[in-house]
């Protein structure tokens, strides 16, 4: 299939010829007829497949074919995003496409200033691309107008309907027109979340390529076992290798990545770090210098991370275990993306284990584990600190991880009383 039998105009053809590409990827060739016909959808797809194509595309070509019909000044579509950088990266992408084309663009996010946002907002746009909470400020100052509003679309819709974005994102919605397309998009989507697309979808298509329970099959995993105190040393030993050229490392907590990036640079590593705590200058300076290779070295946060579109990343270092498989097959996504190839590298701790566990099981497959060359690993002090975590016989663990209740026997009832108290 080409990018001419989608039912896209000439001049959108032509950007896209620009751009270099002759095919779409799988999730816009399912996508894109399914848009056009005014269907609400919802799309999941490993990252690197094109999803953000998937809806800039049809979302342009409605824009132009409905313009004539156009009655007042009013923002015709809207797209939201977890992340700043996200918000970018889609801007940059309609820029891409509509070359050739007229339309109004604003961007909304928070760490900038808000005024010339607010002026772009009254002047009249025909697309909005914004993060929920500057958003909803600027909503709240009377500076948007969603009555003519046709087009919707959640990207990144696992996020953006966490438990952290979801009242952000109703009230955005109850002031949209009920009458409207609304399309979410996704890397992951859970049984749970999915419930959730009801409130804002009507009847809408379901379009999966892949298994959402797998990363793409360009990237190579595997582990090593590693006590905290190692982490750091283990991965400057890693970074001894030429071939991890472009390496993006996730940490936990933004000062987790503030500290590691400032013991690579100490070791004469480049490296910058990005996370919600730095202005939205110094993240997209070191976004740029990452990409320009003027740093060898990325630390991000999960949240952050949304977002970091960089070709040739060559590998990512999971410093701090995921918490979760989303999390994870989002995180690895950052590398072989677009058909390259690219590693992803986990530590696993002595409290990783059951993470690890719940993801082995959710990708039906065991991750390879490996050890280092030439790097001494703390054997006697990863098993000590394991017999420290293991869960006591008859104890169930808190996370629900499966053990079974063994049956306590008592030698009398107070025993068995005083037992339950406490």
């Known amino acids: 299939m080409s990018f001419d039998s989608l039912g896209l105009r000439p001049e959108i053809l032509k950007a896209i010829k620009e751009t270099g590409y002759t095919e779409p990827t799988p999730i816009q060739s399912s996508s894109i007829p399914q848009v056009l016909e005014g269907r609400d959808l919802i799309g999941i797809a490993q990252t690197g497949t094109g999803k953000t194509a998937a809806f800039t595309l049809p979302m342009l070509e409605k824009l132009i074919h409905h313009d004539g019909q156009r009655k007042g000044r009013g923002t015709r579509a809207l797209v939201l995003s977890p992340t700043r950088e996200l918000v970018v990266q889609i801007e940059e992408n309609v820029k891409t496409y509509a070359k050739h084309i007229p339309v109004k663009v604003a961007t909304v996010y928070g760490g900038v200033g808000e005024n010339p946002q607010k002026k772009a907002l009254r002047s009249g746009v025909e697309l909005i691309i914004a993060t929920p909470g500057r958003l909803m400020d600027l909503m709240g100052q009377g500076c948007t107008n969603f009555s003519e509003c046709e087009f919707f679309v959640l990207d990144e819709a696992d996020r953006m309907l966490d438990m952290g974005f979801l009242p952000n994102v109703r009230k955005i919605v109850s002031s949209l027109p009920k009458k409207r397309q609304t399309l979410l998009f996704s890397a992951t989507l859970s049984k749970e979340i999915e419930k959730l697309t009801r409130e804002f979808q009507h009847?809408?298509?379901?379009?999966?390529?892949?298994?959402?329970?797998?990363?793409?099959?360009?990237?190579?995993?595997?582990?090593?076992?590693?006590?905290?105190?190692?982490?750091?040393?283990?991965?400057?030993?890693?970074?001894?290798?030429?071939?991890l050229y472009s390496v993006l490392v996730f940490t936990r907590t933004k000062y987790g990545a503030d500290r590691v990036a400032k013991q690579l640079g100490k070791s004469g590593i480049q490296t910058g770090a990005i996370h919600s705590n730095r202005t939205q200058n110094q993240r997209t300076r070191a976004l740029n210098d990452f990409k320009d290779g003027k740093i060898r070295v990325l630390v991000a946060t999960d949240i952050a991370a949304r977002g970091i579109d960089v070709e040739g990343i060559t590998h990512v270092v999971n410093l701090d275990f995921p918490p979760t498989p989303e999390d994870y097959i989002h995180r690895i996504g950052r590398t072989g993306r677009a058909k390259s190839e690219g590693v992803a590298i986990s530590f696993v701790t002595e409290e990783d284990r059951n993470p690890l566990r719940t993801l082995e099981r959710f990708m039906k497959k065991s991750i390879i584990r490996r050890r280092a060359k030439g790097f001494v690993f703390d054997q006697q002090a990863f098993a000590a600190t394991d017999r420290k975590h293991k869960t006591p016989r008859g104890i169930k663990p808190k996370d629900g991880s499966g053990f079974k209740r063994q049956k306590k026997r008592f030698s009398s009832p107070s025993k068995r009383r005083n037992f339950r108290r406490n």
């Open 203 to 243: 009847s809408p298509k379901f379009v999966e390529i892949g298994k959402r329970s797998n990363p793409a099959d360009t990237v190579e995993q595997f582990l090593y076992e590693v006590t905290k105190s190692q982490k750091i040393g283990l991965l400057k030993h890693l970074l001894g290798n030429n071939d």
